[in-house]
């Protein structure tokens, strides 16, 4: 990839001055898509306190660092190399890592500690025990904290980023950090105590080892007097702040997924002590969280731990439902089209507070088209990315069932077991994503049948909202409505659809006909025979192998069978396999032309269309969020 600042002097772009305007003009080889024009933004500036005030600190001009935590997956390690005789795939988390500029534009160090996830080490056995049952995963928790430990000083940002049980772990550190802050070098030879003493401070019976360490008479770490008297004797710095948590699909409310056959032959504990110390909830140190959630995840092994923010915690949380499973979220399979759009969230969500190369997201997608030529597949459609099947290996053997966005209840810290308390203030939304890939008819989980997104349509419904418009000359409200009765509790009864961020939109630019569909939809509502001539328009999917798509995954190259042999049958068989699946998909779809306006129950929100594009999470009455912006984006949409 080739980048070069039009109308501007020759210098290294990563030293221009802060804020410099003019396009970015990218060239990606090959030349079959669209180039695309971008406007250099404004990067983060420092705002930390200069030498003077935090004297010691190696910040190029004086100022803070910024210390980035990065913990991958269960079995991910980027630095595997080769797997199985090719390049192991990174994932979400590896791949930020190496988006983050070494310093910042204006001279502040970025630096990026990188942890390689539970069960990726050591022979066969200690991968398949590390990895079923989280052994390690304190260990790992230890590690990071200790990093942090060593290297702040006062003005310092902490980001933590984490995919899977690296979600888990991140998570866990600021929980830790929330109980007891950040343990100083005098205090760091306490860090074993201290760490079983957080573990254990719920439990009644807990006896320490060693009961002068780190202090005599110690009450419990559950008491505000143990985290006071540490700060005291010099031990730790308390009211650390958190500048962000960046998550993919946080596993499972211990961080250990639960296979009941697993506790039946003693590899997991009922109450899986161990893990219970852990605190997944926000802590009023972090100042921005944020998560993607995978919608089509059934192994109930993997439930995700989606957070709550506590009554009064004043943290930015965004947490966004995508298309995919759990490594279509947080990367590692071959084809990594889901992923590069929710790296290209979560790059847009750090870009505020971290300056990352902006050409590495479409390196990546250019990566992606590069592997699509090599299986003799056509370039696929944004958002039709294949959605691999989870449900094999052992994990499988735990069950599954479908995913609840919106309706999911709290968790006892002490036991893992779910309670009847609803979560409350989630702030939840639905990336633009799932909507197109259900009304696109993008192809279901291996590229069988059409895709359904039964986790979010069983319970909601879509609804477009052009308010008293009789044209599309506004943006629309878009959002998912609950089905159910206004009676119930516990479900959120809007979940909004999440903006497109700027480096979103320059991805989904690439595909310019289904990109015209994200901000242009037909409205709820909307007759059959429009319907039916926006379908004869719209992309086709990669799965479709009626003769429009050639090598699509699940189609027939012509003349050739699926297994690369001639294909001797006639044309006219060649058919589809999910033609009959495409029948019920229009007439499901002609259903939900059926939706009622919502108008009378739900006021429209005319003087925000204008911002919907870009926004900020602002909470709302009913425990969803709605989005804003003060101000449009300079980049016309």
């Known amino acids: 990839m080739s980048v070069a600042r039009s109308a501007a002097p020759s210098r290294d772009p990563s030293r221009a001055p802060n804020g410099t305007p003019g396009p970015i003009f990218v060239q990606l080889p090959p030349v079959d898509r669209p180039p695309i024009y971008i406007d250099a933004p404004a990067r983060p500036r420092s705002n930390g306190p200069l030498a003077g005030a935090a004297p010691g600190l190696s910040g190029g001009r004086g100022m803070f660092k910024r210390l980035i935590v990065a913990c991958d997956g269960t079995w991910l390690n980027s630095d595997n190399g080769m797997v199985n005789g090719k390049l192991a795939v990174p ?40 990895g079923t049952t989280g052994e390690g995963l304190g260990e790992n928790v230890r590690e990071a904290y200790s990093f942090l430990a060593n290297n702040y000083h006062p003005g310092d940002e902490i980001f933590l980023i984490g995919f899977s049980r690296g979600a888990f772990t991140a998570r866990s550190i600021a929980g830790l950090i929330g109980e007891v802050g950040l ?44 985290a006071d008297e540490l700060e005291r004797r010099g031990l730790t710095r308390l009211d650390i702040p958190i500048k962000a948590i960046a998550v993919w699909d946080t596993v499972g409310s211990l961080g250990t997924p639960r296979l009941g056959w697993l506790t039946k032959v003693g590899l997991q504990s009922n109450e899986s002590k161990e ?94 088209d590069k592997y699509y030529r090599k299986e003799r597949q056509e370039l696929r459609p944004w958002s039709f990315g294949e959605i691999y099947n989870s449900m094999t290996g052992i994990y499988a053997l735990g069950g599954g069932n479908f995913r609840t966005p919106g309706v999911y209840h709290a968790t006892n810290p002490n036991n893992g077991r779910t309670t009847d308390r609803p979560l409350r203030q989630t702030n939840e939304y639905i990336h633009p994503s799932v909507r197109t890939r259900i009304r696109l008819h993008g192809p279901g989980v291996s590229d069988r049948n059409v895709y359904e997104c039964r986790a979010l349509t069983d319970n909601y419904k879509l609804v477009v909202d052009y308010g008293v418009q009789s044209s599309k000359a506004g943006d629309p409200d878009i959002f998912w409505k609950f089905k159910g009765s206004s009676k119930e509790v ?25 990109y015209d569909y994200v901000r242009k939809p037909p409205a709820s509502g909307t007759g059959t025979k429009k319907r039916r001539d926006r379908d004869k328009a719209r992309p086709v999917s990669a799965d479709f192998s009626n003769g429009r798509v050639r090598g699509g995954r699940g189609s027939f190259v012509e003349g050739m069978g699926r297994d690369g042999a001639a294909d001797t049958r006639p044309r006219g068989s060649r058919r589809s396999f999910i033609e009959d699946d495409r029948v019920r998909s229009k007439s499901r779809a002609r259903s939900m032309d059926r939706e009622t306006d919502i108008r009378e129950t739900m006021p429209h929100r005319r003087a925000k269309d204008k911002t919907w594009w870009d926004g900020e999470s602002v909470a709302d009455g009913r425990g969803s969020a709605r989005l804003r912006s003060p101000r449009r984006s300079s980049m016309r949409v």
């Open 490 to 514: 516990g479900a959120v009864k809007v979940l909004p659809e999440a903006p497109l961020w700027r480096l979103e939109r320059e991805l989904a630019r690439r595909d310019p006909k289904t």
């Open 91 to 130: 994932s979400n988390v590896t791949r930020i890592s190496r988006a983050i500029k070494a310093v910042s534009q204006d001279g502040i160090p970025q630096v990026v500690n990188y942890h390689f996830g539970v069960g990726s080490s050591g022979g066969i056995v200690d991968r398949v025990v590390g």
């Open 183 to 226: 343990l100083t070098k005098k205090g760091l030879h306490a860090l074993p105590e201290v760490f079983k003493d957080v573990q254990h401070r719920r439990d009644e019976r807990y006896v320490p080892k060693n009961p002068n360490v780190p202090f005599p008479n110690r009450p419990s770490a559950d008491d505000p007097r143990y």
């Open 275 to 368: 893990m219970a110390f852990y605190d997944t909830k926000l802590s009023h140190c972090v100042e921005n969280a944020f998560q993607a959630l995978a919608l089509d995840e059934k192994r109930s092994a993997f439930s995700p731990a989606v957070w709550e923010k506590p009554e009064g915690n004043k943290t930015t949380l965004r947490q966004v439902w995508f298309p995919g499973v759990h490594s279509n979220i947080g990367g590692g399979y071959d084809d990594q089209q889901l992923a590069n759009i929710t790296l290209a969230w979560m790059m847009s969500q750090l870009e505020p507070f971290l300056d990352m190369r902006d050409e590495y997201l479409f390196e990546q997608e250019a990566e992606n």
